[in-house]
């Protein structure tokens, strides 16, 4: 095994779309601003004394930089270094999901997810898909010749999973879950599972899905509203996704112009965090935004590349798991935004405003940079080949 460069067109992407959200939060996040710097002032403006037009951008801004240096320190910190912490901090994480159940604040949503700290928010779920990622990737390492097991594989899997996905379920948190569950999954296919015991979680997720659509009052109205979008719209119901489809579509093909955009002012809730890309869409047109989706694809490809040639197993399913985590977040967020999806509360990694959801994404990016810099050469990995239900992992070549 050569040291090599790091990844730098992953690195630039990451700057690019970053860029992107603070551009796009300067131009979206006014009216949020204003109402949270002068919720009292009846008329505000932003040339009145209290009123702070760019109090978002200036979070988010203070949020970047923050997340970048801890980028370039985790670029630097060994990869194994992780295989040591994975499950002190597995377990912490699994404690903090637990205890934000309990003290936890809603913000005005749904979901209890978030821990108030020194007028901070910090959201454990976010937290939840790195812990996630280090100890099943460390789980998976050392249970080989058990992955394909239903009773050594399958069922300590599910448990491991369940550990970290049901208590944010139960907040409850339906875009984390979605998450979580496809870099489980992820994880799990390449480390070798048979495809019959990924049916049968397919099968136990469907009917619990189904329970939790009959059973919980605002997961049903969410899903009524994806499949009566075009029927008349009833505010409690289709709001959100009805309100982004406007945005989108108002946008055409070239877009309005920055600070143009009306949805982000009077109609779109959570235009500069889980609906930035329809706000976005709306200023900056179909052509523009486009360019977005195309990037997180690029990502995506070079995530894979990095674990098709990482130096060892464990390496392998950490930039699985992290580049499974950001790129179906990112496609689970268009899709809300585009109404292919029900609306589930998930940020545009990189992009949209929240200082836990860019402080987590930096640090798996950096994460996987210090990886890209121990590839080989050669596909050591070629965990897309599968035979018999199982992945096959040739000896790793080690200088």
Same mark, same amino acid.
């Given at each position: 095994?050569?040291?090599?460069?790091?990844?730098?067109?992953?690195?630039?992407?990451?700057?690019?779309?970053?860029?992107?959200?603070?551009?796009?939060?300067?131009?979206?996040?006014?009216?949020?601003?204003? &109402?949270?710097?002068?919720?009292?002032?009846?008329?505000?403006?932003?040339?009145?004394?209290?009123?702070?037009?760019?109090?978002?951008?200036?979070?988010?801004?203070?949020?970047?930089?923050?997340?970048?240096?801890?980028?370039?320190?985790?670029?630097?910190?060994?990869?194994?270094?992780?295989?040591?912490?994975?499950?002190?901090?597995?377990?912490?994480?699994?404690?903090?999901?637990?205890?934000?159940?309990?003290?936890?604040?809603?913000?005005?949503?749904?979901?209890?997810?978030?821990?108030?700290?020194?007028?901070?928010?910090?959201?454990?779920?976010?937290?939840?898909?790195?812990?996630?990622?280090?100890?099943?990737?460390?789980?998976?390492?050392?249970?080989?010749?058990?992955?394909?097991?239903?009773?050594?594989?399958?069922?300590?899997?599910?448990?491991?999973?369940?550990?970290?996905?049901?208590?944010?379920?139960?907040?409850?948190?339906?875009?984390?879950?979605?998450?979580?569950?496809?870099?489980?999954?992820?994880?799990?296919?390449?480390?070798?599972?048979?495809?019959?015991?990924?049916?049968?979680?397919?099968?136990?997720?469907?009917?619990?899905?189904?329970?939790?659509?009959?059973?919980?009052?605002?997961?049903?109205?969410?899903?009524?509203?994806?499949?009566?979008?075009?029927?008349?719209?009833?505010?409690?119901?289709?709001?959100?996704?009805?309100?982004?489809?406007?945005?989108?579509?108002?946008?055409?093909?070239?877009?309005?112009?920055?600070?143009?955009?009306? &949805?982000?002012?009077?109609?779109?809730? &959570?235009?500069?965090?889980?609906?930035?890309?329809?706000?976005?869409?709306?200023?900056?047109?179909?052509?523009?935004?486009?360019?977005?989706?195309?990037?997180?694809?690029?990502?995506?490809?070079?995530?894979?590349?990095?674990?098709?040639?990482?130096?060892?197993?464990?390496?392998?399913?950490?930039?699985?798991?992290?580049?499974?985590?950001?790129?179906?977040?990112?496609?689970?967020?268009?899709?809300?935004?585009?109404?292919?999806?029900?609306?589930?509360?998930?940020?545009?990694?990189?992009?949209?405003?929240?200082?836990?959801?860019?402080?987590?994404?930096?640090?798996?990016?950096?994460?996987?940079?210090?990886?890209?810099?121990?590839?080989?050469?050669?596909?050591?990995?070629?965990?897309?080949?599968?035979?018999?239900?199982?992945?096959?992992?040739?000896?790793?070549?080690?200088?």
């Amino acid at each position: 095994m050569q040291k090599t460069k790091a990844d730098t067109i992953l690195f630039v992407l990451t700057l690019a779309l970053l860029l992107f959200g603070v551009v796009m939060i300067t131009s979206i996040g006014v009216p949020k601003s204003i &109402q949270l710097s002068a919720p009292n002032i009846l008329y505000p403006n932003c040339g009145q004394e209290g009123v702070d037009c760019y109090l978002l951008f200036r979070n988010h801004v203070t949020r970047v930089i923050i997340g970048l240096i801890a980028l370039l320190i985790c670029a630097k910190i060994p990869y194994k270094f992780w295989r040591k912490i994975a499950l002190p901090m597995f377990t912490i994480i699994m404690f903090l999901l637990l205890f934000v159940l309990v003290f936890g604040s809603n913000l005005n949503t749904f979901a209890r997810s978030w821990l108030v700290i020194f007028n901070t928010s910090l959201q454990p779920s976010e937290f939840a898909k790195l812990a996630l990622i280090f100890y099943l990737a460390l789980w998976m390492d050392e249970k080989t010749k058990d992955v394909g097991s239903f009773q050594y594989g399958f069922i300590p899997f599910s448990i491991i999973s369940g550990l970290i996905i049901l208590p944010v379920i139960l907040q409850p948190d339906l875009g984390s879950t979605l998450v979580l569950v496809s870099i489980a999954v992820s994880i799990y296919f390449v480390a070798g599972a048979r495809i019959k015991h990924l049916a049968l979680g397919a099968l136990i997720a469907f009917l619990f899905s189904v329970m939790v659509v009959t059973n919980v009052s605002h997961v049903r109205e969410r899903f009524l509203a994806y499949i009566s979008l075009d029927k008349d719209c009833v505010e409690d119901y289709c709001w959100q996704s009805e309100q982004a489809n406007i945005a989108v579509g108002s946008g055409g093909l070239w877009g309005k112009g920055l600070t143009q955009g009306v &949805q982000k002012s009077y109609w779109l809730p &959570q235009a500069s965090d889980d609906f930035i890309f329809a706000a976005s869409a709306e200023e900056l047109g179909f052509l523009r935004i486009f360019l977005v989706v195309i990037v997180y694809a690029i990502i995506a490809y070079r995530g894979y590349k990095i674990a098709n040639t990482a130096p060892d197993r464990f390496s392998m399913l950490l930039a699985v798991g992290i580049t499974t985590w950001i790129t179906a977040q990112a496609f689970i967020n268009i899709s809300v935004n585009t109404a292919l999806l029900p609306v589930t509360g998930v940020t545009l990694p990189l992009i949209s405003y929240g200082g836990s959801s860019i402080l987590t994404t930096l640090i798996g990016i950096g994460i996987l940079l210090n990886i890209s810099k121990h590839t080989t050469s050669y596909e050591t990995h070629r965990f897309h080949g599968r035979r018999n239900g199982r992945a096959r992992h040739p000896e790793y070549r080690l200088n």
